[in-house]
């Protein structure tokens, strides 16, 4: 299939690149050019505008850091959508709004294209590997379209709901995501700073009720795990200054439901206090220097 693919960042390049694995034909478009040049040497395509990239295309697929670039793609007198002929299938991966989600789709089903929400889950390693977790949302028919191409990406393909149910799914993911990281980070140096060995600590909690995705294949400790963020200074990771972003949907998500979220409020806290000590491009998984003694 002839795709075009826009955000080719940490976690779109990976997954332009097992499209291009599985076959398909790729033109690629990022407003820092220079990120297509890997691509390329594997045979994509690039494109001067989003229009060019898009050209003659069966499908769109987007990785953009937030709603203002999603909506700044696809909607308004300018945007994709009204460029793209009847029956294109637009996928956008981005964590985004409900809100947005909701009506990027409703303004492409009003042209005649199909459209999912498909934001990811598995982080930047995954995908490289191509393990991803798509939380899809959208009319069924335009996700079975986009079966094939997400499987390419990824191993697990769920459907939350209608259009925008992606977006929730995604937004209380990593809400969730945020707490058990942070409590992981609290236990660690709580042990480590009565003595504990945080290999030795990780192994026995891996081994009891305390285990957790962050524990177990992320851990926030460096030097524990060698492949983990933690163990590269906190780089070529998930950064915190999405973490942040997230964090900041999820709340708005439950200030518009009347939710209660303590510990997603006390979260987004924390993170917020990354940022403001310039640690944003750090991997979330450093918040744990927020909890280690100054020296």
């Known amino acids: 299939m002839k795709i075009a693919f826009f955000g080719i960042g940490l976690m779109g390049a990976p997954m332009a690149q097992n499209l291009l694995k599985a076959g398909h034909s790729l033109t690629v478009f990022d407003l820092n050019p220079a990120l297509a040049e890997p691509l390329v040497a594997n045979g994509a395509a690039t494109a001067a505008t989003p229009a060019e990239a898009a050209a003659g295309c069966a499908a769109v697929v987007s990785m953009l850091p937030h709603d203002g670039a999603v909506r700044g793609l696809y909607l308004g007198e300018n945007g994709l959508l009204g460029k793209l002929p009847r029956g294109t299938l637009v996928i956008d991966c981005s964590t985004v709004s409900a809100e947005c989600a909701s009506e990027v789709s409703k303004a492409a089903h009003a042209l005649g294209l199909g459209m999912i929400d498909a934001p990811v889950s598995g982080g930047v390693a995954g ?154 491009k750090l991997d979330f998984s450093s918040i744990l220097q927020l909890l280690q003694h100054a020296d």
């Open 127 to 280: 995908a490289a590997a191509g393990t991803l977790s798509f939380l899809c949302g959208g009319v069924a028919d335009d996700l079975e379209r986009a079966r094939p191409l997400l499987e390419a990406m990824g191993k697990n393909v769920m459907h939350a709901g209608g259009p925008g149910a992606g977006a929730v799914a995604k937004i209380c993911n990593n809400m969730l995501l945020a707490i058990h990281m942070i409590g992981t980070c609290e236990a660690l140096q709580l042990g480590v700073d009565n003595g504990l060995d945080p290999k030795v600590l990780s192994e026995i909690m891996l081994k009891s009720s305390g285990r957790n995705w962050s524990l177990e294949l992320y851990n926030p400790y460096p030097g524990v795990m060698e492949t983990a963020p933690a163990s590269r200074e906190y780089s070529g990771g998930f950064q915190v200054a999405l973490m942040h972003k997230d964090l900041g949907l999820a709340m708005q998500a439950a200030q518009k439901s009347q939710s209660t979220t303590p510990l997603g409020a006390l979260a987004k806290q924390l993170y917020s206090l990354q940022v403001a000590q310039g640690k944003a």
